[in-house]
Structure formats: structure tokens, C-alpha cells
């Protein structure tokens, strides 16, 4: 018998707790004009989505493509990693048909953990021997979660040494609005930081006093406390 999507959904609602589905809502912002408004959580926590994905890994790109239009939270972060697992095993001719579903898909991955939790694999694995010309496009769009897929899927080319396209998409990002957008931003430059500080403060020394303090706050947070406040003052 074929697995469907509320076959899914209703083992991930056998891990329900009551307690994280009065919280979850706040925590990822679901009020009115806040950036998850109208989100809906079942209250169920990354490790245990991850158990369910994992057991079903193997569904269908179509029952996929149902878990992401559910309203839930939950159903839409397991379609994630089961793409993600899937991701992982798969040869060349798979990870493009996943990496495609997965652009074409980009009006469900719409909260930050949704987007962090797949788009270094997805994005930045498939990516890290093809031409980036998929980032920037992601990186112009309107889409607050498109501009963070573009920038959080760096992480993985990091890890390999790779920082021409974190550098340069900070730069197109520098002055974002959104806080999140920051952070992301900050994120990976921190993380370019830790391999290679010299690129990073010369970076800085170009963008610091442009760039919104959250952002840097984040880029400068593993610097020796001197090194920190230099570079807030200098902001």
C-alpha cells in the first residue's frame, strides 16, 4: 500500500505536545504582520519531524508536494527533510529532479528553520560544483525566504572553502531591512570568519560602518572583545 500524506501527518501527530503547540506560535512570530503570520503548529519538535522523515524517505515527490501545501508547520518541515534525506543518498539525475522540486517550490519553504534545515543541503550541496547563477536570482527576489535561501545555502560551500559567493551576496544583501535577513547574513559571514578571519576582516574593514548592527553583531561575534568593540565603534 502506497504511503500518503495523511498517513504522515498522522504519525507526526502521534508526537504532539500540548505544551510546544501553545508556544511554538509565538516563538516564530505567526501574529498579524509578523513574518510567519498565520502560521499553524501541531507542536511537534525538530527531532521527533525527523523520525517521521526519515521512516518515510522514500514517499512519492507527490505526497511530498501534498505534505508542503498543508497548513501545518510540521508537515511542511517533514516534506523538507524527507527531500533532504533523500538528497543525501541520491545519485546526480535524482539530486537535480530534487534540487528543481525544490526551487519550484520556494512559496512553501517560508519560515527560517524550514529554509536552514534545507537549504545548505539542497541548494548548497547541489550547487557547489555548477555555475551560481540560481543564488543571485534567489538573492533579487521579493521573497524574504528566497533572498535567505540564497544566503543560508552558503554554509555547505563554506565547509569547502568556497566564500567568493557568500562574500559577494553579503555585499547585494548589505543594507536588507530584515532582521532576519541579518542574521542570516551575519551567520555566514562568522562562519566564513572562522576559516578564514583575514577575508573576513577585510570585509569588514570595507562594509562595517554601512552595515545594519545586527548584521554585524553577528559577523564579529567569535572576535576577541577588543576586536569587537573596534568594529562597533567603528560602526
Same mark, same amino acid.
Given at each position: ?151 543560508? /545555502?552558503?554554509?555547505? *560551500?563554506? !565547509?569547502?572553502?568556497?566564500?567568493? #559567493?557568500?562574500?559577494? %551576496?553579503?555585499?547585494? +544583501?548589505? $543594507? =536588507? ?6 542574521? /542570516?547574513?551575519?551567520? *555566514?559571514? !562568522?562562519?566564513?570568519?572562522?576559516? #578564514?578571519?583575514?577575508? %573576513?576582516?577585510?570585509? +569588514?574593514? $570595507? =562594509? ?28
Amino acid at each position: 500500500m502506497n504511503t500518503t500524506a495523511q498517513d504522515i501527518q498522522k504519525e507526526l501527530e502521534t508526537y504532539i505536545d500540548p505544551i510546544k503547540r501553545a508556544y511554538l506560535p509565538n516563538f516564530f512570530k505567526t501574529g498579524k504582520g509578523q513574518y510567519g503570520e498565520g502560521d499553524q503548529f501541531l507542536g511537534i519538535v525538530v527531532p521527533n519531524t525527523r523520525i517521521v522523515a526519515k521512516k518515510y524517505k522514500t514517499a512519492d515527490l507527490s505526497v511530498v508536494d501534498e505534505l508542503l501545501q498543508s497548513p501545518w508547520h510540521e508537515c511542511r518541515l517533514c516534506a523538507l527533510l524527507i527531500l533532504v534525506e533523500r538528497f543525501k543518498k541520491a545519485k546526480e539525475e535524482e539530486r537535480k529532479q530534487i534540487y528543481e522540486f525544490y526551487l519550484s517550490h520556494t512559496d512553501r519553504v517560508n519560515n527560517w528553520d524550514l529554509v536552514d534545515l534545507s537549504a545548505p543541503t539542497i541548494v548548497g550541496l547541489y550547487l557547489k560544483d555548477k555555475p551560481r547563477n540560481d543564488l543571485y536570482r534567489l538573492a533579487e527576489s521579493d521573497w524574504l525566504w528566497d533572498q535567505r535561501i540564497a544566503m543560508v /545555502a552558503n554554509w555547505s *560551500m563554506i !565547509r569547502y572553502g568556497e566564500y567568493l #559567493d557568500v562574500l559577494a %551576496l553579503a555585499e547585494k +544583501l548589505l $543594507k =536588507h531591512p530584515h532582521d532576519l535577513m541579518q542574521k /542570516a547574513t551575519g551567520w *555566514m559571514l !562568522r562562519e566564513l570568519g572562522k576559516r #578564514d578571519k583575514d577575508l %573576513l576582516i577585510q570585509f +569588514l574593514d $570595507k =562594509h562595517s560602518t554601512e552595515m545594519p548592527r545586527t548584521m554585524l553583531r553577528y559577523s564579529i561575534e567569535k572576535f576577541p572583545e577588543e576586536e569587537r568593540q573596534y568594529y562597533l565603534k567603528r560602526k
